[in-house]
Nanobody, 116 residues
């Protein structure tokens, strides 16, 4: 059974930082591309950042320079370090595991709220 379990969300003031974690089980983690997506109320889910099994990263323009995605294959975990948070970053953040688009899995999501 595949499980992606996110943690690290919460409430933070603008300019603050959070670090999200996603622990994966039930997959051969080091062959999967991993990603973070987010969905704000009334909006579609959007890509935040991805990292390939080789470590190549990709970011949405809105988070470039502020967010950093990384992975620890020994721990089957992917991280999202979020700095300089803005109110528009408020959303539910979802972890994604993808193997050549043949197998795609999602976590249950973790809420991030940036408020003044």
């Amino acid at each position: 059974q595949v499980q992606l379990v996110e943690s690290g969300g919460g409430l933070v003031q603008p300019g603050g930082s959070l670090r999200l974690s996603c622990a994966a089980s039930g997959i051969i983690f080091n062959v999967y591309a991993m990603g973070w997506y987010r969905q704000a109320p009334g909006k579609q889910r959007e890509l935040v950042a991805t990292i390939t099994n080789g470590g190549t990263t990709n970011y949405a323009d809105s988070v470039k320079g502020r967010f950093t995605i990384s992975r620890d294959n020994a721990k089957n975990t992917v991280y999202l370090q979020m700095n300089s948070l803005k109110p528009e970053d408020t959303a539910v953040y979802y972890c994604n595991a993808d193997y050549r688009t043949l197998n795609t899995y999602w976590g249950q999501g973790t809420q991030v709220t940036v408020f003044s």
